[in-house]
């Protein structure tokens, strides 16, 4: 999507109430107007933007930098890996990708950011304590004295079905799992995802045919039955792919916020 086509959802944003900005990819960064589109966003709300880290500049950092200083939004980066070593990484990401993106996670931490670093779990649920303590001594051998991590289910989607299995028939939210369920832990209970194509119920289904929801935001309010197997993983465990950290920076001494 181009610049103006984001601040034109942008202002329509501020109609339904929208309070924060998300933007993922594919790589966002390989769009040319994403950092003016990323400082755009700060003029509207709190914003976090999804990147493989693999091709972050430093002009751009500086940018985005002053952009966050200036303003009483926070702005988040979160690193997506899959696997935390190249081992695990590479095979699916591509050779040397690992190494790239944690150049991008130190590159990040110079600039005063601290990156979120998200992976899906890969590995044995009893080798997560030894999986995570050896990738936290490598943050913080690569300079990042506070790391942050967030660990994601599994889905069966795209390669992920080829590899693992496919989401079975019976892999369903049935209306006797809501009784009593917090629905707010469904991405989709408050968030939409705009693309060029119009706005979608989520980011997992974007690809599904019902996802669309319409072509604006004031389009898109309304329910979305959870049949798709992709629902019974957000269900299992909650809003996977939302950013709790993002939300109002208090200017310092030398801001104004008028």
Same mark, same amino acid.
């Given at each position: 999507?181009?610049?103006? #086509? ?40 709190? %914003? $976090?933007?999804? $990147?493989?880290? $693999? ?10 930098? %002053? ?7 926070s702005l988040e980066f ?9 081992? #695990?990484?590479?095979?699916? *990401? ?5 190494? &790239? ?5 130190? /590159? ?13 779990r890969s590995w044995r ?14 943050? &913080?051998?690569?300079?990042? #004295? &506070?790391?942050?991590?967030?660990? /994601? ?20 939210? $049935? ?16 968030? *939409? ?18 996802? /669309? ?36 920076? %208090? ?8």
């Amino acid at each position: 999507m181009s610049r103006a #086509q984001v601040r034109t959802h942008l202002d329509e944003s501020v109609d339904v109430g929208v309070k924060e900005y998300y933007f993922t990819g594919g790589e966002p960064f390989l769009n040319p107007e994403m950092v003016p589109i990323l400082i755009d966003s700060l003029e509207y709300g709190p %914003a $976090t933007v999804l $990147t493989n880290g $693999t091709v972050l500049k430093e002009r751009w950092l500086e940018q985005l930098a %002053a952009a966050e200083e200036a303003s009483c939004y926070s702005l988040e980066f979160r690193i997506s890996i899959d696997g935390f070593c190249a081992e #695990q990484n590479d095979p699916i *990401r591509g050779e040397g990708t690992f190494d &790239r993106a944690m150049e991008g996670v130190a /590159l990040l931490n110079e600039f005063g950011f601290l990156p979120i670093v998200t992976a899906a779990r890969s590995w044995r649920l009893e080798e997560e304590e030894r999986v995570v303590d050896a990738f936290l001594d490598r943050l &913080r051998a690569a300079g990042c #004295q &506070r790391p942050r991590l967030k660990i /994601l289910p599994m889905l069966r989607l795209g390669a992920e079905e080829t590899r693992s299995s496919p989401y079975a028939a019976s892999d369903r939210v $049935t209306r006797t799992m809501l009784e009593g369920y917090d629905t707010s832990q469904f991405i989709c209970e408050h968030s *939409r995802i705009v693309s060029d194509r119009g706005v979608h119920v989520c980011p997992i289904l974007l690809e599904m045919p019902d996802s /669309l929801l319409g072509a604006k935001l004031g389009d898109a309010d309304k329910s979305f039955a959870l049949k798709h197997g992709a629902c019974l993983t957000c269900y299992q465990h909650g809003a996977i792919c939302s950013n709790p950290s993002a939300g109002y920076r %208090a200017p310092s001494s030398s801001e104004s916020t008028e």
